[in-house]
């Protein structure tokens, strides 16, 4: 079987949706599934076959990311479905969406997507000027709109699924979260980590990944470190990633007083570096209310890392069972105290790092990528009977 998947954001742009496509292309191939991809070109050399690099430019205000060629990605598609292929996998709702359905309904395809982004909560903080009543009902028709054109939806967790069936989404939703490689995040390389970043052995590190976006809900854990530091003076909050709201997570971390607390490393290599950064902390905390799933809270827990997190929106799924995490109440008194407790209790670290080992294997890309390409073959089947 072949498969088209087509994103307006690929690798070497860091982000959920590049994290997925890549593991899922890679566990796939087990399953006899063969991927391509259609995806900007960010001006660096790709010698990826699989990939159709498309002509973008920058995105003003978001160096990061690459706004594609509407005429080179239409192309681009065009040319994949010719070279053949038996389903079309759009990952993004922007220009990808547009290129991805129209070539499949030219040429009888089935075409899916993956939600992975709840753009009700995302816009107000990139709009903030237009009333969030407009915004959000603006998100809410673009989404059902889009979602009811496809054959069927793929949500990664049960909040997404409610959510967009209050849209009135009628078209299937499956619930699909996306796997990890739990095999990748066995760093060894905790005490090279540190001596390179100049963090002493003995200190206690909490560590954030991701991106630095305002929608991370990143001043929250700027609030807990400031009460958490009551108690351990030396404590450090180690950021790796970037993003649009960094230069003002720096300010804040000046403005309250935190630069000794606070250390960003930027992003890391996911095969080499990552994985000892992982290593290299005592806890790992995340306070985002809106994300669709949460993949760093499975890479943390695979890498043996203690989770401190807000079970809010997509992260309820992981984080409900209570394995391998402390979940506090969602206010910056309650994660501190949370946070202090796993810092100074090595025998509760130590506990929930093995629970989280054996958590983590429930949800490994080798299991999610066989439920997959069995849901591939299923909306291949479906769409050739209502074609009969």
Known sequence: MRVLMVSDVYFPRINGVSTAIQTYREALAAYGIEVSLVAPDYGNVCRETWISRVPARPVPHDPEDRLANWGGMRGAVAQAVARGCDLIHVQTPFLA??????????????????????FEEYLQHYAPIVPQRWLRGLARRFSRSQCNALDAVIVPSWAIHRRLSDYGVTTPLHILPTGIPVRGFNGAGRDAFRVRHGIAAERSVA?????????????????VLALARESLSELLLLVAGEGPALADLRDSVRARGLDANVQFVGYLDRQRELPDCYAAADAFVFASRTETQGLVLLEAMAAGLPVVALAAMGTIDILGARRGALVPDDNPAAFALDLVRLLRDADLRAGLAREGRAYVLEWSDETLAGRMAELYRGIIIQRQVNAA
Do not use: S, W
């Open 97 to 118: 969406h547009y290129a991805g359905h129209g070539a499949a309904r030219r040429a009888g395809l089935p075409v899916i997507a993956t939600y992975h982004t709840l």
């Open 207 to 223: 560590l954030y990944v991701g991106r630095v976006a305002h929608e991370k809900n990143l001043n929250f854990l700027l609030d």
